[in-house]
């Protein structure tokens, strides 16, 4: 875990069931956690990263060869200013 700037980063296994045909059987999947103080300390590298998945997706180009990649999943949170 690095603390440079209030920033964390962890990929964690996150635990669920859903109601469906799995008769709510345990999933699980691994889950990227960062955190910052503020929203203004995620580096512009990473916001490029986020905006080009954010376009495949609402693009339903999910799957296009050099997207940014969509495992696992990203989660980043930031302080409210």
Known sequence: MSKARGLFNEQRRFYYSLDD?????IQSMQIKLMYYNHASSIPVALRNQIESSRTNALGN?????????????????TRLQ
């Not at 045909?21 to 059987?25: K, P, T, V, W």
């Not at 180009?61 to 949170?77: D, E």
Request: neutral net charge; proline residues 14%; charged residues 10%.
């Open 21 to 25: 045909d799995s008769h709510n059987a």
């Open 61 to 77: 180009n999910i799957l296009s060869v050099g997207s940014a990649p969509v495992r696992p999943p990203l989660i980043i949170v």
